[in-house]
């Protein structure tokens, strides 16, 4: 690998005339016409660091995209000099549109012009998995590594436990796949992890991180995280690697910087370089931390509230016009996140006039509370009632199912919800992973092609090994990988030697010849394809579906079954094919960074196949969204950050929901809690409704809750609120009289509640340590309490655990 050649140059680019507009003066003044001062600023910002804090629907992706257009058409800074980095496939996919339309991506025959020739727009982990490809050897890696997904790390962390003779009740192969993945993501690889393990629980899944790993290894694949982790190492301990990517790359932008990670920070750091007298380095985040919700997963907040001590003379932009939402939504979201003490301050506001006020409806329990949304959201797509924007022009009627949606935060709320939608005829999308690649058929076809681009894949291959069935059972196949293992060699490369490999019979070693004999006839056993495959990545998987007999197997289920979902089958392969054929259609060998057929000698169709299986491994759940579905869409409040929807329901605003019960591990964690309802009410655009219901079930039990805290955080003047608990209720309901920002413009003092034993003299006489006793949890000790309108009272039970209970209904004792 030649470390000292840029991944591409200006003079590999094509001598197409430059795509700029007849009048570039003209051109780069159009830029700025619809942007704010503040806007304009960051997008004139080009040298030096820069923090753009954005505030929700502050129009962050159109300042990113004028600034690349900018950089570009302005300063002339060639297209292959910039890269920008996102989280997800479609927010990357929407930014490279946005900029090639500007610029004006295509010439008069259609190629790409040399406008956005070379230009990276992608993730963080597409970047990293093309970089792996071209530094393998610096990371240890060969170029046809694979990557595998969620199922495949469970299958290897299983057998990782086994093999540390561990049991996986008190090791469950998902929990220890969180800590490895948690470590990684600090930047932390197994010997680092089993130096620092101290307990019994730590060693152990240190023994199990280190078998994984090597697990890995032989199988020449990595996980999500060796991606970043490895890049990082490899541009920190690599100064040719580090200084190749900087000559490539001398502007870095960089989306939703609130949610990088230990790793993915270093990464940046590494790329942008480091600051001197001489040089300030190119480097511009946008970002909010406000919307900060995922330090459960690895995302550092204080990296974006930070990056001025680490970039001490960066310039700092703050977008705080909203053009999604109106004035009473925001108005709501900025009071309840001004509770916060970890952020930076920003105006939130905008220029919009008007606007309905948020509802708050509390529900007696789960079923009336999905029919209460229900009700609501058929209100709102059916309402006669016509309303106005602020500048009193357009009417506008109901909303469409498309521009409503349903939020939780946790899937396990959706099925009462999606029950009652069906009741209520409303149709609906639950937002839940990349449905499509997780398809039986689909992952089966996928494992051919994995282990055709991977031999080493034994994930892979111990999938789809008697897939169709070929007379290689799990014995026989045990025998060889244990052999294969022993000798540390893939386990596909010793079964080209059947011959030697004891206690097999001579059905299974007939079976496994076929079956190597096949795999060559794609691989070529070295000369990949040889002459006998024409060279699209379309004709490659659709002969490796009949050859491989996967097609031919599903036929005859079809044929047999005659049901629909068999035949759907058929139809997922199909798509499979076409999947290719669009995605060759569409890459470009010049902007992925990993392409290094030519350097390699990499055949083209072997580099392809690479890519187009990156891509599928890579594809995040927030791409499965679809927005132009005609039916409401339901999600967890973490799915719906970076959406917009014209109308918004999030239901169960419950203590132990949301905020959830982590919350009171620490002021942190609430304060990530209430970051998550922040970023679900600036999705809404014109209509808000938040719910909690009276009671609720859990495993079975039905039990009585405690209204979130953050109800009692929003603004009087902005929220309506209606009690609907009592089963006597009338449908509209009456003020819920129990928070203490009521909506007084309803009129009335709201419902009274009958005083309680618990509740008459106050959280003064449950001091903590004290001992109480409640009529379902019993014996308990008090361990905190909180005064106020809403007092609660937290009590440990025995044998139940830490309940927080509200004191005026809490019905507790002393003893």
């Known amino acids: 690998m030649d470390f000292d050649a840029p991944i591409i140059t200006d003079d590999d680019l094509p001598d197409a005339p430059h795509a700029a507009p007849v009048d570039p003066e003209a051109f780069v003044d159009s830029l700025f016409v619809d942007l704010t001062e503040p806007q304009k600023q ?92 071209r530094y393998a050897e610096a990371a240890g890696l060969k170029p046809d590594f694979s990557i ?45 992890f089993a130096m620092s393990a101290s307990d019994f629980s730590s060693k152990c899944i240190a023994a199990v991180y280190r078998s994984y790993t090597k697990s890995l290894r032989q199988a020449n694949a990595v996980d999500f995280d060796d991606l970043l982790l490895l890049v990082a190492k490899v541009l920190k301990q690599n100064p040719d690697v580090r200084e ?55 995302a550092d907040i204080s990296n974006i509230l930070d990056f001025e001590e680490h970039y001490p003379a960066a310039t700092v932009v703050k977008l705080g016009e909203n053009f999604r939402s109106t004035a009473p939504i925001l108005a709501t979201a900025d009071t309840l996140i001004k509770f916060n003490k970890r952020r930076k301050h920003k105006p939130l506001f905008t220029s919009k006039l008007g606007g309905e006020k948020i509802e708050v409806n509390n529900c007696r329990d789960e079923r009336h509370e999905g029919q209460v949304v229900a ?50 005829n409303i149709p609906y999308t639950i937002a839940r992973g990349t449905s499509f690649y997780e398809r039986e058929e689909v992952k089966n076809a996928i494992g051919y092609l994995r282990v055709v681009a991977n031999q080493a894949d034994s994930v892979s291959l111990s999938r789809i090994i008697n897939v169709p069935t070929r007379g290689i059972g799990d014995t026989s196949y045990d025998r060889v990988e244990m052999v294969a293992e022993r000798e540390g060699r893939p386990v596909l490369e010793l079964m080209r030697e059947v011959d030697r490999i ?62 629909e979902t068999d035949a759907e089958r058929l139809d997922n392969l199909a798509e499979l094919v ?20 030519g350097t390699n000698q990499v055949p083209p169709l072997l580099a392809l196949l690479r890519a187009y299986l990156e891509s599928i491994a890579l594809v995040a759940d927030a791409d499965a969204i679809d927005p132009s579905q005609g039916s409401v869409t339901l999600m967890t409040l973490h799915a719906a950050k970076g959406l917009e929807f014209g109308a918004v329901a999030i239901i169960g605003l419950e203590e132990g929901i949301l905020p959830h019960a982590r919350a009171r591990e620490s002021e942190a964690a609430l ?44 603004p009087r003047e902005h929220v309506h609120r209606a009690d609907q608990s009592d089963a006597y209720a009338d449908l509209e309901g009456t003020r819920w009289g129990g928070s203490a920002t009521g909506d007084d413009s309803q009129g009335g003092s709201g419902r009274d509640f009958p005083s309680t034993p618990s509740s008459r003299g106050g959280v003064s006489q449950f001091p903590p340590n004290s001992k109480v006793r409640h009529p379902q949890f019993g014996l308990g000790v008090v361990v905190s309490s909180t005064g106020g309108a809403q007092a609660r009272v937290t009590v440990e039970f025995k044998g139940i655990g830490v309940k927080t209970l509200v004191l005026e209904f809490a019905r507790l004792t002393r003893v």
């Open 671 to 714: 304060e990530e809690e209430r970051r998550l309802c922040f970023v679900g009410i600036t999705r809404a655009m014109r209509r808000l409704v938040l719910t909690a219901s009276k009671y609720r079930t859990v495993r079975g039990i039905t039990e009585r809750t405690i209204p979130s805290r953050f109800l009692d955080e929003l």
């Open 578 to 597: 076409s999947s290719a054929k669009e995605f060759e259609q569409e890459y470009d060998p010049a902007a992925d960074p990993g392409n290094d057929a």
């Open 42 to 133: 960051a997008v004139l910002h080009t040298e030096g660091p820069l923090l753009v804090l954005a505030a929700a629907g502050s129009g962050k992706t159109r300042v990113i995209t004028r600034r690349i257009a900018y950089l570009v058409a302005g300063c002339g800074v060639p297209p292959w000099q910039i890269l920008s980095l996102t989280f997800t496939n479609k927010a990357a996919g929407e930014m490279r549109e946005r900029v090639h339309k500007l610029l004006g991506a295509s010439n008069s025959d259609g190629t790409e012009s040399r406008a956005t020739k070379g230009l990276t727009i992608t993730t963080f982990h597409s970047l990293c998995a093309r970089l792996l490809r």
């Open 244 to 298: 190749d990517c900087r000559r490539r790359w001398q502007y870095l932008l960089i989306d939703e910087y609130q949610d990088t990670n230990k790793a993915q920070f270093q990464i940046a750091s590494l790329i942008a370089g480091e600051s001197t007298p001489d040089r300030k380095p190119n480097i511009c985040v946008v970002g909010d931390p406000d919307q900060a919700i995922y330090g459960w997963r690895g």
């Open 375 to 424: 009700h609501w959201l058929k209100r709102m797509h059916e309402e006669g009632k016509q309303e106005t924007d602020s500048d009193g022009e357009n009417a506008v009627g109901g909303l469409s199912w498309r521009e409503m949606a349903v939020f939780y935060r946790t899937n396990a709320l959706s099925r009462v919800i999606e029950e009652a939608m069906r009741e209520a």
């Open 148 to 192: 595998y997904d969620s199922a495949d790390q469970l299958a290897l962390v299983k057998k990782a436990i086994a093999g540390a003779q561990l049991s996986t009740s008190n090791f469950q192969p998902r929990s220890v796949l969180t800590a490895i993945s948690n470590a990684k993501n600090d930047l932390v690889d197994c010997e680092a």
């Open 502 to 563: 004891p206690d097999l019979s001579s059905r299974a070693v007939n079976a496994i010849t076929k079956f190597t004999a096949m795999m060559d006839t794609w691989t070529g056993s070295g000369a990949f394809m040889g002459a006998q495959v024409s060279a699209t990545l379309a004709d490659l998987v659709d002969r490796i579906l009949k050859e491989s007999g996967l097609e031919g197997m599903y036929k005859h289920q079809a044929a047999t079954s005659k049901s």
